[in-house]
């Protein structure tokens, strides 16, 4: 934690503005330790009759000194030094602050390293929780605006996607602290809903998927999951993707058709005993399938058809993702250019949805036809929030969900 500590210290020397605000934090937070620390010491000492008064001086000066630094930080001196980048610096600030107040809760509720860094040098996880959160910030600047969410959701989604594979690879390989702790499972999203029916247990993959729904509703598909990285990629080497009425009709019962089949079976596999390894098999079978689908329709099409009529988490996400507040909004004021038809590869928009003012079902939030939107008649929206500012809101989410996952996703 120290030489974390003496890197933040090392960034003032950025003049970003968004460092002063983390360190504003920083030393709120710190005033709150050492208080709360004050108060034990000198019950504490209370307790067995010792004198207190010399602590609670130098407790005291601790704390005013925090206090002065603070003011300093707050004064119109520091805001004018710490002046690069201040267009961005709030969502900067929040986004290196949630990311490691997610990923620090993590490290101490799991009963094992979760961290690969505290795993190979013990007691160097809050090192890889500063690097994590300083890309977080990193990614969220270059994704704050529509063209370059547009730009580089694709690539920081394709990294997670090879570093979440790399990690398994090598665990497979027998490097074993790069696999999680407990009973290794397929990468393939299906087994998030069959693999707890098969055996009767192991949630947590199923938890970390409906809070993650939550937070920021079906964007879980487009933005952070390990396989959809694949259909994107397969896709965007197709044709400008064109509206399909038959992936439409897919996109309920195609994906509802795989959900029940995936339940059905796992639960014969277990009620009739079958032993794991076979159950692997099935899974490999689908995971297959679903590959297939990728590289032979998907990249033909230039739609996601492996996400939008097959993946049934796909539709687990999308179905859950109403329970969500976001949404993609249009406006009344739309000229109907169809700009963003080219660019949805959801299957989610026409011309009857853009009459109707929100995508179909299939929409995962990518935002993909906000950034093709030269006249600004569609965005993201909350309730409350206006649609600036939900769309920063949410690109400050995701963009947590992302730095936490690569450094917690493993199998």
């Known amino acids: 934690m120290s030489i974390s500590f003496a890197a933040l210290v090392g960034l003032l020397l950025t003049r970003q503005a968004w460092v002063r605000m983390l360190v504003v ?3 709120v937070w710190g005033g709150y330790i050492w208080a709360n620390a004050t108060v034990e010491f000198i019950s504490f000492r209370q307790a067995f009759g010792a004198p207190w008064q010399r602590l609670a001086s130098i407790m005291a000066g601790v704390i005013l000194l925090d206090g002065l630094a603070l003011a300093v930080m707050l004064g119109n001196r520091m805001r004018t030094y710490f002046h690069a980048g201040a267009q961005w610096a709030v969502p900067r600030a929040v986004l290196f602050m949630l990311t490691a107040s997610g990923l620090a809760m993590i490290r101490s509720m799991t009963p094992f390293p ?7 040098l013990i007691g160097w996880g809050w090192l890889e929780i500063f690097g ?16 370059g969410h547009r730009k580089y959701r694709p690539r920081i989604w394709e ?6 594979f790399l990690q398994l690879g090598l665990g497979l390989l027998g490097m074993d602290r790069m696999l999680m702790t407990g009973s290794l499972h397929l990468p393939v999203p299906a087994l998030i809903a069959a693999g707890p029916v098969f055996r009767g247990s192991g949630f947590f993959m199923l938890i970390l998927f409906g809070v993650t729904v939550m937070l920021v509703g079906s964007a879980w598909c487009s933005h952070l999951c390990y396989i ?5 990629a397969m896709s965007s080497i197709g044709p400008r993707p064109a509206h399909s009425s038959v992936i439409g009709r897919l996109s309920m019962i195609g994906r509802g058709a ?6 059905i079976t796992a639960w014969i596999l277990r009620w009739a005993g079958v032993p ?14 679903g590959v297939g689908i990728m590289a032979f329709i998907s990249r033909k099409s230039g739609m996601m058809v492996h996400c939008t009529a097959y993946c049934p988490m796909g539709l687990v996400g999308n179905l859950f993702g109403r329970i969500s507040p976001w949404r993609i909004r249009i406006d009344a004021d739309c000229t109907r250019c169809g700009a963003c038809y080219s660019k949805c590869r959801y299957n989610a928009l026409d011309e009857h949805r853009m009459e109707l003012g929100s995508p179909a079902l299939s929409c995962t939030l990518c935002g993909d ?5 030269a006249h600004q008649q569609i965005g993201y929206a909350f309730p409350g929030l206006s649609k600036e500012t939900a769309r920063t809101v949410f690109i400050v989410l995701v963009v947590s969900l992302h730095a936490i996952f690569v450094g917690v996703a493993r199998m």
């Open 25 to 27: 934090a920083a030393l």
């Open 258 to 263: 795989t959900l029940l089949l995936v339940l």
């Open 114 to 120: 979760m961290l690969l860094a505290d795993r190979y």
């Open 276 to 289: 794991g390894i076979t159950a692997v098999w099935f899974g490999v079978a689908f995971g297959l399938a």
């Open 159 to 164: 990294f997670f996607s090879v570093l979440f």
């Open 228 to 232: 959809g990285a694949w259909d994107d």
């Open 369 to 373: 036809c906000v950034s093709a939107c």
């Open 132 to 147: 994590l959160a300083l890309y977080a910030q990193w990614i969220g600047n270059l994704m704050l605006s529509p063209k």
